[in-house]
Structures are given as structure tokens and as C-alpha cells.
């Protein structure tokens, strides 16, 4: 089993600047790639980054391309996504998820945080 905890989610005015970490503890070794999601009201949730958690190879929905950068700390455990130039439209709940044992679903998923974007 593994859990995984995000935090880091707040208000923060366009423009502005968020981190957000996802904790992961348990049977970590089973990970091979964590990736971090949002749903904002009344939409389904949505991709926004993945890294692969040996290579640290990365990946990025278009949307947030060039703004938000994903990153991990193997010795802690913990994926980052530093969020920059946000938008209101960037208002969600934020979810990290882990990719384990090669299998391509998510099969770990944290509890979420809020992330909301002023104008």
C-alpha cells in the first residue's frame, strides 16, 4: 500500500506563484512515475504533469506548458509542482497519483488540494 499527500494549495492572485508537494509514504519502491491532476468545477478532472520517478523525465499538458514545472526529491519521497504565471482559469483541486508497478493506470491517488486563482 501506498498514501500520498499534497499540500502547498491557497489563494494567490493572477500572476502569482504556488508549490505544491505530494508526500508519498508506504511501499514507494513500487512507484515508476507520479504525475499531478486537477478538476475544477463542474469538469472532469484533467492531466497537467507527469515525471518519471528514475529518470525524472517529464511531461506537460499543453495548458500549462512553458508556466508550471514538475519536479521530484527521491530521498524524500516527494513530487513538487511549481506553479507560476497563474490564471483564474488554474482555479481547481489539484491530485497527485502514482503510476506503480508498470502498470498505466493511477493506482494511488491523494486526497487533494485547492488551488484558487483571483483576478
Known amino acids: 500500500q501506498m498514501q500520498l499527500v499534497e499540500s502547498g494549495g491557497g489563494l494567490v492572485q493572477a500572476g502569482g506563484s504556488l508549490r505544491l508537494s505530494c508526500a508519498a509514504s508506504?511501499?514507494?519502491?513500487?512507484?515508476?512515475?507520479m504525475g499531478w491532476f486537477r478538476q475544477a468545477p463542474g469538469k472532469e478532472r484533467e492531466f497537467v504533469a507527469r515525471?518519471?520517478?528514475?529518470?525524472?523525465?517529464?511531461y506537460y499538458a499543453a495548458s500549462v506548458k512553458g508556466r508550471f514545472i514538475i519536479s521530484r526529491d527521491n530521498a524524500k519521497n516527494t513530487m513538487y509542482l511549481q506553479m507560476n504565471s497563474l490564471k483564474p482559469e488554474d482555479t481547481a483541486v489539484f491530485y497527485c497519483?502514482?503510476?506503480?508497478?508498470?502498470?498505466?493506470?493511477?493506482?494511488?491517488w491523494g486526497q487533494g488540494t485547492q488551488v484558487t486563482v483571483s483576478s
Open positions: 515525471i518519471t520517478w528514475r529518470g525524472g523525465i517529464t
Open positions: 508506504g511501499r514507494t519502491s513500487r512507484v515508476f512515475a
Open positions: 497519483g502514482a503510476q506503480v508497478d508498470g502498470k498505466t493506470e493511477y493506482e494511488y
